[in-house]
């Protein structure tokens, strides 16, 4: 319930101004009585689904509804875990111990702020507690992803020209072995002995395999950095 008291404004004798003031506070009664505690943990929201910076401050809100007849004070923590599935936090839920009356709905924050370098998609599940007769307990989780997209922008401008130096690379190499195998004296003569002008197989160029394993890989993250920037910028 909520307590008031007041003091009346005095009469003026003169022109003026009096005043008055009325002090209010609350306060919580339990009788005896048959109590029910009961509530509903909504979802576990984050101001951003992905955010951009490598350190990110992440806002996490917890939505409590207070489905009962007595006062519940809940309290938890949020576990974040990487996509490997490493524990990287644990945050504590209403600290305070604030309290949600009867039929009220009541947020309850945390924030993350890590002190180290983070990316790619992180979990955080919530578990609150609730309850003095009988401790219960909800679980609520969500996901979010961390991607720092001025890094990823400039790896992707390094992945680039890498591969443009790469391709380059190849082709000249190419082009000098194309050389070294057309004057060779010894496959000139097979040619002219009647292969047509084509060369062994022993003596056509050869691309070499490092490069080509290098130019793969150098392909494939570009193309996966490609889909992560479409798909969350």
Known sequence: GVWFATREAPDADVQGAVLAFQVGTAFNLRVSG????DAFVG???TDKSVYKTSKPTVNFGIDFENL???????????TISS???DKVANILVNE???AAFPGQVRTYDAVWQPDEFT????QAVASIVYGIEAR???TVTTMFWVLPFKLIFGLLGLLIAVFIGGYIWLRVAVQRRVREVLGNTEAMNRAKSGVSGALPPDMAPQIPRGALITVSALLTLFIFLLVLIFLFA
């Open 83 to 85: 996509i490997s599935g």
């Open 119 to 122: 990316f790619g998609r992180y």
């Open 96 to 98: 305070k111990e604030s």
């Open 43 to 45: 979802p576990i929201k």
């Open 34 to 37: 048959i109590a029910k505690e």
């Open 136 to 138: 219960r307990t909800e």
């Open 68 to 78: 009962g007849n007595v006062l519940l004070r809940p309290q938890g923590a949020i």
